[in-house]
């Protein structure tokens, strides 16, 4: 599926093909006063200003005074051309790295309220228990393309809800039909912060997170992040007593001004994060820090009936493909109120679409 982009600056560097090193330049820099002083002191000879044995050896022509000078206006002609691509504290292999932004990036944007309404559609038709979520991420498509904004763009969702009714699901299929690509962040995970924006250099584990490696991965500037049980993310302390939460880390990406100039910890370079697109996950509003309530609209969503899980095992079987007879299987596992008293669950009936799958796929005996 592929959907119409614009291509957005993303960056302020500047990207200079084939800058020259500083050995380079003083060897120009050598031979060029060398040739000049050389065919000076010919004219000299040829008018008689001097004798032969007054002319100098072309090795003598540039002496150590010369060649310091020249090695310090190098040093300040580089330090002048690196500074103007954004990128001179910046190694080569760092820069070798950022070579995917060159040129800007492309976001994906809604031609029209008419895709916006079939994108709601599409979504809605597969998970309709989730309409509050699809229904706030309509109003911003459809805003989306009605001010002619360049990419899609919704506000960033809490989805609370028990576990199990498809909430980081829901995300996935809402990347697919957007067409961008997304990323995924566990909260409970002890360094979450560190894993979404990355790590200065200095650490020993220094590095881009995921937000910037997927838009480098993808060259994409528009994903979509999905993060998993917001509520439960903690915070890390450094030896020198500084606090880390993954709160402090998603403020400044939530709000589309700061988002616009996020500088990334590691490569130390601002970017354009403000077309990327949220979606947090929690299984209780306990815990959610209220500075990321107030920058998200928190939705809470119902439990799953069974006659939502047994249309989800029908639509889902005929998206895969699934032969009728194991959709006729799985159907009679609802219809015989096998799951009536079990806890209802997204995770067990996708679980059972892919056993079936791959009992459909494996070979005949004979």
């Keep these: 599926m592929t959907r119409a982009t614009t291509t957005i600056p993303f960056h302020d560097l500047t990207f200079i093909d084939d800058i020259a090193k500083l050995r380079d330049v003083e060897a120009r820099w050598k031979n060029f006063l060398k040739r000049i002083r050389q065919n000076a002191q010919e004219a ?5 200003k001097i004798t032969e044995e007054d002319a100098l050896s072309s090795c003598y022509l540039v002496n150590d005074a010369d060649l310091r000078r020249i090695k310090r206006r190098a040093m300040r002609l580089l330090e002048r051309v690196h500074s103007a691509t954004g990128m001179y504290h910046l190694s080569e292999e760092s820069r070798a790295r950022l070579t995917p932004l060159r040129g800007g990036l492309p976001v994906t944007r809604v031609t029209s309220e008419h895709e916006a309404d079939e994108i709601a559609a599409a979504l809605h038709t597969e998970m309709p228990w989730m309409a509050p979520a699809t229904e706030a991420v309509w109003h911003g498509l459809r805003a989306s393309a009605r001010d002619a904004l360049p990419g899609v763009r919704f506000n960033p969702l809490v989805l609370n809800g028990s576990p199990g009714i498809g909430k980081s699901y829901w995300a996935r299929r809402l990347a697919h039909h957007l067409a961008v690509p997304r990323t995924m962040i566990d909260a409970t995970g002890e360094p979450a912060t560190f ?70 910890p590691f490569f130390q370079i601002k970017c354009d994060m403000s077309w990327v697109n949220w979606v947090l996950t929690a299984n209780s509003r306990t815990g959610l820090p209220e500075p990321l309530q107030s920058r998200c609209v928190v939705l809470d969503l119902p439990d799953l009936t069974p006659d939502q899980l047994r249309q989800f095992a029908i639509t889902e079987s005929a998206r895969r493909g699934l032969p009728d007879p194991a959709l006729a299987a799985l159907v009679d596992v609802f219809d015989c109120g096998a799951i009536s008293n079990a806890r209802l669950s997204l995770r067990t009936v996708s679980r059972m679409l892919d056993r079936a799958e791959a009992l459909a796929k494996q070979p005949m005996l004979h």
């Design 44 to 48: 000299d000879l040829a008018a008689g």
């Design 195 to 264: 894993s979404l924006v990355g790590l200065q250099k200095g650490w020993g584990s220094a590095g881009p997170g995921k937000l910037l490696q997927t838009v480098l991965s993808a060259r994409h500037a528009g994903p979509l992040v999905i993060v998993d049980e917001i509520e439960k993310a903690g915070e890390m302390q450094s030896n020198k007593g500084v606090r880390h939460t993954l709160t402090d880390a998603l403020l400044p990406l939530l709000e589309r001004m700061t988002a616009a100039q996020w500088e990334c």
